[in-house]
């Protein structure tokens, strides 16, 4: 267990429907991400959160909306998607710094029908 | 754009040898590295890391080098267990306004055979 804990596991969602991820971290960290992976792929940097605030948004379609409530909790908002999106989506954590490790949950298997 | 990259896809190495993967990096600004392991089903795993100050950093049973002059990391994974196969990732601080997070690579598989 790395303390970064997502849910669910495994979604699947229709394209018009509307369905949220959940990460949750309890390290005491103040840094949160979501990276997207697709196979055969690098894993793609999504969005960055310091401090609950948004730092970084990497190109990342309105169909995909992060947020922050507090330096614990992080969630990705999802409407209608592609199946294109199907993708395995990590939720990570940090000190906000540079030079330090992230660690990762177990990911959210997301299927698009 | 700086990018991240692994030289093999996949990697088969019998139990009780030594397996070696590589990570060419592209960014000579570089100043942060990690190594992932990702096995089936679970998020990436740290295994180790490595400052650009040094050139060789050991943990348990593994081993990352740094050559800054060709950019090139490897793992090195002594005495290789079933235990460990899985994807690995090798990771860096691009320079970028976020500071923080982490440029992948796209991966080898290692696969052990008995």
């Known amino acids: 267990e790395t303390g970064v804990t997502q849910t669910p596991r495994h979604l699947v969602m229709g394209m018009t429907n509307k369905k949220s991820l959940k990460c949750e971290q309890h390290?005491?960290?103040?840094?949160m991400y979501w990276y997207k992976q697709s196979a055969k792929k690098p894993l793609e940097l999504m969005f960055v959160?310091?401090?609950?605030?948004?730092?970084e948004n990497n190109s990342v379609p309105s169909r995909f909306s992060p947020e922050c409530p507090n330096s614990s909790h992080l969630f990705l908002h999802l409407h209608t998607l592609q199946p294109e999106d199907s993708a395995l989506y990590l939720c990570?954590?940090?000190?906000?710094?540079?030079?330090?490790?992230?660690?990762f949950g177990q990911g959210t298997r997301l299927t698009v029908v | 754009g700086e990018s991240v990259g692994l030289h093999l896809p996949t990697l088969s190495v019998q139990e009780g040898d030594n397996s070696i993967i590589n990570c060419a990096y592209s960014?000579?600004?570089?100043?942060?590295f990690i190594w992932y392991k990702q096995e089936s089903g679970k998020g990436p795993q740290f295994i180790i890391d490595?400052?650009?100050?040094?050139d060789k950093r050991q943990g348990q049973r593994v081993t990352v080098l740094l050559n800054k002059t060709v950019k090139h990391l490897s793992l090195q994974i002594a005495a290789t267990q079933p235990g460990d196969s899985a994807v690995y990732f090798c990771?860096?601080?691009?320079?970028?306004?976020?500071?923080?997070?982490?440029?992948f690579g796209k991966g080898t598989s290692l696969l052990v055979t008995p």
């Open positions: 390290l005491g960290h103040n840094a």
């Open positions: 490595i400052r650009s100050n040094m």
């Open positions: 990570a954590s940090s000190h906000p710094r540079k030079n330090t490790e992230a660690f």
């Open positions: 960014n000579s600004a570089s100043d942060y």
């Open positions: 990771a860096e601080t691009p320079q970028s306004n976020s500071g923080y997070a982490l440029n």
């Open positions: 959160y310091n401090f609950k605030e948004q730092t």
